[in-house]
Structure formats: C-alpha cells, structure tokens
C-alpha cells in the first residue's frame, strides 16, 4: 500500500486481472475464418452470377437436371464456405457463443458427411461409377445447351484426363450436333467430337477448333489418330489410382483441420464461459 504525500492517504494500487480468454485462440479462429468467409461470398457471387448470365432463375422450372450444373454446385459450395466461415469468424470476434456453438456444429455435420461419402464411396465403388456415367451422358447431350457444362466437360477432355466421351469418341454420337445423323440438318459437326478430345500438338500455339471434324465418319478412320480413345471414367479411374497417396493426404489433412477448428471453438467458448462466470 503506497502513501499520498499531499493528501497523507493511503492509496490502492489495484491489479487488473487478464482475461481467461485466450487472445491467441480467438484470433487464431477469427483470423482462418476471414479467409473462408470471403472465399465463401467470392464463390456464390461467382455462381449467382453465371446463373443469371444464363437467366436460369426466370427459368429455374425449365432446366433439366439442375444439380448438375456447374453454376448450382458454385452456390452450394459457395453458400456453405460462407456461413461457416461467417460463423466462425463473427462468433470468435465477438466471443458469441451461440455463434462459436453453431460454427462447431456446422463442422461436425460436415466432418460426419464428409466420412460418410468415403466410407460409402469404398463400398459402393459400382454405383459412384454408374452415377458418373450418368452424369457424363447428360453432360454430352446437352453439351451445346450451356455453356457452362460445356466448359467443363472441354476442362475434363483437354486439360485434365486427356480422354473423349465415356468410353470413346463414338459416345458423342449422343449428341444431336456430332451425331453422324446430323449431316442431312447441315451440322458441319456430324461424325466428329469436339476439339478438346484432339491430341495436342507439341509445337502448337494457336488451338484448331476444328480437328474433331469428321473424325468418326466412316471411311476416315484414320483420323481418330489425331483424337484420345481412352474414355474418361477410365481415365479418371486410372489418375485417381496414380495420385491415391496424395489424394488420401489432402483428405487427411482436411479432416484434421475440420477436428482442430471444433477442438478451437469448443475451447474458446469454455473460456468464455469461465470468463463469465466471474461476473457473477
């Protein structure tokens, strides 16, 4: 106890007592979140804008198979990114932990769902494969009828398994624009593929748009030289057994990162409960 030389009275010197929560934790969770909050609001304005490009909400009764559109399956992934890092990023800043609670919650489903789908994916390797099938088939039909999926499917071909159609180039024939049919309509595209199934050319800087023309019309067999014969589910199946370690490490990491965010959040919001506590 110190003493006022002016006044002669004793005068207190108080110690302020720091706070049980952790700064460290709470920003280390408000900080991460930022990036999945902004990164969530980035992908559904990405999708809510190529739906509108596509005026797909005036004709949302109309499109067929919605839940394979590119643009959809940017707003779901978008509007769940968001939320959660919203959640975790207000409910750390704010030390809420009606918000903290819901952050670990939306993890935990998450983490679960995310199980689930391995789990299931091993197990029904058959089915995962008929649905891809499927999926490949629509995305062929309608492969002229938006762009989106257009631009995918390209993606698919050229950039990433170097493959055309299911299981070779003759799947396109599906299609209304390569169907070898289609010569009579005047589609210049009949018995061809589209040009992301052409094998690309060392020297080659300048894509030819037109090297999947006539490539399966009889007569010119000679030309699926120039084009990928392997289909893509086997090709997908083939890159997936390649990279299987390192795909198995990214899901690894993910879920430990998953089970780290619900052990932060769960912690802070002990502190936070201690913290209160003492105002009582």
């Not at 902004?38 to 067929?64: C, H, P, Q, S, Y």
Request: glycine residues 8%; positive net charge.
């Amino acid at each position: 106890m110190a003493v006022n030389t002016l006044s002669n009275m004793p005068v207190r010197k108080y110690k302020r007592e720091s706070s049980e929560v952790s700064g460290c934790l709470k920003y280390m969770i408000f900080g991460f979140n930022v990036l999945f909050w902004l990164l969530g609001l980035g992908i559904l304005t990405i999708g809510a804008w190529a739906w509108k490009e596509k005026d797909t909400f005036n004709n949302l009764g109309r499109v067929a198979n919605v839940a394979l559109d590119p643009a959809f399956v940017l707003i779901c992934i978008g509007t769940v990114t968001f939320i959660i890092g919203f959640t975790g990023c207000v409910g750390a800043l704010r030390e809420n932990t009606c918000l903290l609670a819901a952050y670990a919650i939306f993890l935990s489903i998450l983490l679960l769902l995310e199980m689930t789908a391995g789990i299931l994916g091993f197990v029904f390797k058959d089915w995962i494969k008929s649905q891809a099938t499927a999926g490949f088939q629509t995305f062929i039909i309608h492969y002229r009828e938006d762009p989106d999926q257009q631009n995918l499917i390209d993606w698919i071909q050229e950039d990433w398994l170097q493959c055309c159609g299911i299981e070779g180039p003759k799947d396109w024939d599906r299609n209304n624009y390569f169907n070898c049919s289609s010569h009579v309509i005047g589609s210049r595209e009949a018995c061809g593929v589209p040009f992301s199934c052409c094998k690309r050319k060392s020297n080659e800087i300048i894509k030819n748009k037109q090297c999947g023309y006539d490539v399966r019309r009889p007569g010119f067999n000679f030309n699926l030289s120039k084009v990928h014969e392997k289909g893509c589910i086997q090709a997908a199946e083939e890159w997936i057994e390649r990279n299987m370690i390192t795909l198995t490490t990214c899901a690894i990491f993910i879920l430990f990162a998953q089970i780290l965010g619900i052990c932060f959040a769960q912690n802070l919001r002990a502190d936070i409960f201690a913290q209160k506590a003492k105002w009582h």
